[in-house]
């Protein structure tokens, strides 16, 4: 069992920045493909990023490239997402996701979730 605990979300003006942090338990992180998906109010879950095992591929959602990196070190056992030049409709819960193979960008069938950590962007 993989326990998920993220950190980082908070309140940040348009155009700011924030990092998420996700750390797991255990020992088997630097096996799991990690990932990030979001939920904004009244609209469905959302693919952000996810990252491969090694740290060498990293997948991205359109909306955000070129604004977020995800990254991990697998010493630390955590995983990061450092959003730059934020926007109001990046305003969302965000999880931390583990899963034994690919992430499916659906999110279904994901081994382990965090609880979510909230990040609002004021306009």
């Known amino acids: 069992q993989v326990q998920l605990v993220e950190s980082g979300g908070g309140l940040v003006q348009a155009g700011g920045s924030l990092r998420l942090s996700c750390t797991a338990s255990?020992?088997?992180?630097?096996?799991?493909?990690m990932g990030w998906f979001r939920q904004a109010p009244g609209k469905e879950r959302e693919f952000v990023a996810a990252?491969?095992?090694?740290?060498?591929?990293?997948y991205y959602t359109d909306s955000v490239k070129g604004r977020f990196t995800i990254s991990r070190d697998n010493g630390k056992n955590t995983e990061y997402l450092q959003m730059n030049s934020l926007k109001p409709e990046d305003t969302a819960v965000y999880y931390c996701?583990?899963?034994?193979?690919?992430?499916?960008?659906?999110?279904?069938?994901?081994?382990?979730w965090g609880k979510g950590t909230l990040v609002t962007v004021s306009s």
């Open positions: 255990g020992r088997t992180f630097p096996f799991y493909t």
């Open positions: 996701a583990a899963n034994r193979k690919p992430i499916p960008s659906s999110g279904n069938g994901i081994d382990y």
């Open positions: 990252i491969s095992p090694g740290g060498k591929s990293t």
